[in-house]
């Protein structure tokens, strides 16, 4: 049988619809003592169906902006003074605990989220006999599907004009419906996923204390930062509501670039230096994270690939996966599937997992452009900076070649050819050496200041912590120097 592969492929326009359906359900966590993975500790149905309901998201982020507004508005009005409780131990003490626990809570997402991709992500080199189950279609696949038994072909799929959950290998029909098993092991949902992502999700709600923290210090909070709490709440939520695909990769990232982050805000709240290379690499983490996220998320939308199909007599089906899928299946009429040529599928197959990607790609479009905006204009301001330099030295370097091509014999000169003449030339190729040479560097640092300048709006003051080698102007530096800071501010 032919191999199977990656193709791209459009999206439905009907999967591009508000609001998205409200269907299919979540699924609820795995039950301890099942073959999927276990989570530490139990949470309830309920109270997992009731955190994500839209009015928890929608609310918070709501009283979270107002709330940050009206304290920006208070800082302005007292001068920027530090509040009288940023000034105590006890609140240096809560900075400090608040930072340790981000950071031990992160590493311990991410572990986990390893630990579900080792379980779950196929292997496109292991070699099962049938190249029409294996290779990178393989992979895709155990990304895409995110509930179902593992294996090319056998995730669940949902269809959203029947109402019903198949396998790819099945008809669409209600005959072959079948309904997800909260405990079935092999795909992301069951075996992490649907417990590490709902903590983290919840974890967005927690990490607005960044922003009072800073305004506790008698700082701003930026309207970008506002944006990117609020927004992180809305498309953490939307990924887990609708178990999105992409989701897993913001857990993943996110989680790993907090670890860190957090880490080293509680290592400059005791006035550890760290290195300016650590620093600068995690500053460009950041801002990774924010660019790749979202074309990692929009190409779900445009990947399918091609599975071996199955068909029942009589039936017509545009959704089909692996005979075996099929054979094993507990439907009665499985047995009677025959197989069919490769078909190709779609990654992304439902209105609600769109609406979630495409959120979390607007969501992220404005730092994006932020992000380019301070780099075209940080090389501009460079660029013409140069440009006055060189002017400047021109002068004298003309001057200093036409000397130096008195004084010495140039195999390029001729008793027709003017010294001077020869002089301009060599100047000119040198000029255009070093311009070049200057573009990768001019270039290098504009991605740098354009890097700080988001970070700054997004992440406010602690920017500026990893912005400069002495600076403890973080949301966990020490409550006495930004007292003598601001002192020193107010003095001027």
Request: aromatic fraction near 12%; glycine fraction near 6%.
């Amino acid at each position: 049988m032919a191999a199977s592969q990656i193709i791209a492929k459009l999206p439905k326009l009907s999967y591009f619809r508000l609001p998205p359906s409200s269907e299919p359900a979540f699924l609820p966590l795995p039950q301890p003592g099942s073959l999927a993975y276990n989570p530490p500790f139990q949470i309830s149905d309920s109270l997992y169906a009731a955190a994500l309901d839209i009015r928890v998201p929608l609310t918070i982020a709501a009283v979270y902006a107002v709330t940050a507004k009206l304290l920006n508005k208070y800082n302005k009005s007292t001068n920027r003074r530090p509040w009288a409780i940023s000034q105590t131990k006890a609140f240096f003490a809560f900075v400090v605990a608040h930072n340790i626990f981000l950071a031990v809570y992160s590493a311990w997402t991410w572990i986990g989220m390893v630990n579900m991709l080792r379980r779950t992500l196929a292997n496109p080199f292991a070699n099962t006999g049938d190249p029409s189950t294996s290779g990178w279609a393989a992979t895709v696949d155990s990304i895409c599907r995110m509930s179902g038994a593992p294996g090319l072909g056998n995730g669940l799929v949902y269809h959203e004009a029947s109402g019903i959950w198949l396998t790819q290998s099945s008809p669409v029909s209600p005959e072959f419906a079948l309904t997800p098993d909260r405990n079935q092991p092999g795909r992301m949902w069951n075996e992490g996923l649907a417990f590490y992502g709902w903590l983290f999700y919840l974890s967005k709600f927690y990490e607005v204390l960044d922003t009072f923290i800073i305004l506790a210090k008698g700082k701003y909070s930026s309207t970008l930062q506002t944006y990117h709490h609020a927004g992180a709440m809305m498309c953490m939520w939307a990924g887990m509501r609708y178990m999105s695909a992409p989701i897993w990769m913001f857990v993943f990232m996110n989680s790993f670039i907090h670890t860190l982050m957090y880490s080293y805000f509680t290592f400059t709240a005791f006035s550890v230096r760290v290195p300016t290379k650590v620093k600068r690499s995690l500053t460009s983490a950041q801002i990774t994270q924010f660019l790749v996220g979202a074309s990692v998320a929009m190409s779900h939308s445009f990947i399918g690939y091609t599975v071996p199909a199955t068909q029942a007599p009589g039936h017509d089906s545009d959704i089909v996966a692996s005979p075996n899928s099929a054979a094993n299946s507990t439907s009665p009429l499985a047995g009677r599937a025959a197989p069919t040529p490769l078909k190709a599928i779609s990654c992304i197959a439902t209105s609600s997992e769109t609406f979630a990607i495409w959120l979390n790609v607007l969501y992220l479009a404005p730092l994006t452009y932020l992000f380019v905006k301070f780099f075209v204009t940080s090389y501009l301001a460079r660029s013409s900076a140069e440009s006055t330099r060189s002017a400047v030295g021109k002068g004298k370097e003309g001057v200093d070649g036409t000397i130096e091509s008195k004084t010495r014999k140039s195999p390029a000169a001729s008793p027709n050819v003017p010294a001077s003449l020869v002089a301009s030339i060599a100047t000119t190729e040198e000029e255009v050496r070093r311009r070049l040479s200057n573009v990768g560097n001019l270039a290098e640092k504009a991605g740098w200041d354009a890097a700080i300048g988001l970070e700054k709006e997004v992440y406010g003051v602690s920017a500026e912590a990893i912005d400069t080698d002495d600076s403890h102007d973080s949301p966990v530096a020490p409550a006495q120097s930004n007292s003598h800071k601001s002192k020193t501010k107010h003095s001027k």
